[in-house]
């Protein structure tokens, strides 16, 4: 091993775009700091035994900045866990933190750089109350994670979401259909908001906001009436049947959550057979993870990874990165985990949703536009 001082760099839980940008700006950043750089592979996995790493530098970096997915693996069911079903925290067998530990020891890292979501950063909080040095980055297609405005991967499914509705659209028009899209979206609805307006929904119905069939079925036909006879209706993934189930699409195994799915048929199936029309569902599902990421994730996930560096260059462990425009802050990994941003059903982009007449499928589609607080995604922490 080089005598330099190490940082050590892991991407857990689900893959999303710009993780690869995560991991080639904490390197470029490390090495101008002075440090060597490693990778552990498949997330946290790779710190026990049998220890699997990779060295990092400029050259096995170049070009990744534009690759979806992570070139370390990840894994969301492994030995690690810190979430078991609906958000329960559990603690990790002592004997993995401490091969964990004994692992970064030997290796000399000096900091470990730990990338993913709320599970994934409750482990990490775990390492860092175990004496393990570490940073976390946040990392969630959801945006649900809470402390930071932003997290990288958002951007690149709305634009996913977004391309699909922006399809859809010919379809549903040509053939006087009713299309319904499910998108993720466990806990919050963001990715089905940011999308159902950008992409020019109709109906978008969130895991926030108690919504009827029969008020889905009333814009329906209420469009058709002003003679539009076909309607966008966008679901997330997490939103609560009316009689305030959640849709399973069966055992995730181990002790991970509940995996969900399935909502987007039922929505469709209400309503064909409620008004006598021809609909069709379109199940995004891990589209939304995969290619290369937007611009903006691109800037976001670069930010992110040098400033997680930098964190570690000045020895302030345990904390987490995160956006507070226009800056990128820190915050501590304890403050953020456990604390889920969700849409504010009176916030802004609700309410300039409702203002052009988009249904929630509650008692207030139809109501006029009543003014709202700011609470879109850059005031949601």
Known sequence: MSRRPTIGILTGGGDCPGLNAVIRAATKSAVRLGYDCVGFLRGYEGLVDPVSYMPLDAHITAGILLQGGTILGSTNKGRFTSLVGEGERVGIDPELLARAAATVKQMGIAGLICVGGDGSLGIAQQLHEHGIPVVGVPKTIDNDLGCTAFTFGFDSAVATATDALDRLHTT??????????????????????????????DVILLPEIAWTFENVCRTVTHRDR?????????????????????VHAGESGGRGQVKLGGIGEIVAREVAGRLGREVRTVVLGHLQRGGPPTAFDRVLATEFGAHAARL???????????????????VPIAHAIGRLSTVDPRGSAVQAARALGIGFGDDEDGEPFAGARGSGPLSAS
């Open 312 to 330: 570690v260059h000045e020895g302030r462990f345990g904390e987490m990165v995160c956006y507070r425009p226009p800056d990128i802050a820190s």
């Open 172 to 201: 549903a028009a040509s053939h006087e259909r009713v299309m319904v899209l499910e998108v993720m979206g466990r806990h919050a609805g963001w990715i089905a908001l940011h999308a159902g307006i950008a992409g020019g929904g």
């Open 226 to 246: 002003e003679g539009k006879r076909y309607t966008l209706i966008v679901v997330a993934e997490g939103a609560h049947l009316p009689d305030g189930g959640l």
